[in-house]
């Protein structure tokens, strides 16, 4: 099968099946004839039980060990179920908090923050948390293409200090000016190509990517 016809029979975006298969939970076979990605029954039962799973919450971490036989799905969900119960206390003193903002029935300019604020800070002191955590699990997609640039801009950046390094020990053989040229050209422009290209990469994901692999 294709992935078009992979999204639609269990109902994950592409850009969500890609993702997993980044994450190492999803391992397509390739097509020998054209290199395209091939889709079996197991890849897409796969996919349904770690989209079970997203759906319940569980980090991608969590469905990675079970995947490897670390853990049971009976060990998953005794973690995840502490994971939960912290959140549900969490939850529970945000509904305190908007509870009594609620009844403040004043405008926005004359709302004393500080004052709640600090009652936050003491919450969290005592392991409450207030921060958005379905983020947390995704921000891996970064490391990639940074960490893949990075490698790609010393490597440009070494090629550049070499042919420097070679005309200032050797200025009497350097090459003509214009070849010069040519020679530093051509490593800036791909440090260049590369800076681009993690800023169209990382603005594509937090455009969408994100979102869309917190739904499942």
Known sequence: MKINEVEALVGVTKKNIRFYEEQGLLSPRRNSENGYRDYGDAEVETLRRVKLLRKLGVPISEIRRMQEGQQTVGDGMRRHLVTLEREKQNLEESIRLCQLLKE????????DAQAVLQEMEQLEQAGASFQDTGRQDIRVRYVAPVAAAAVMVALMAAVIGVFLW????SPENAPPWWLMVIFLAVP?????????????????????????????
Do not use: N, W
């Not at 070679?166 to 020990?169: E, F, G, N, R, Y």
């Open 104 to 111: 403040r029935e004043m405008p926005l300019s004359e709302l």
């Open 188 to 216: 800036l422009g791909v440090i260049g190509g590369v800076l681009l290209a993690l800023f169209q990469r990382i603005k594509e994901i937090g455009k969408g990517e994100i979102d869309d692999a917190k739904q499942y």
């Open 166 to 169: 070679a005309i200032l020990s």
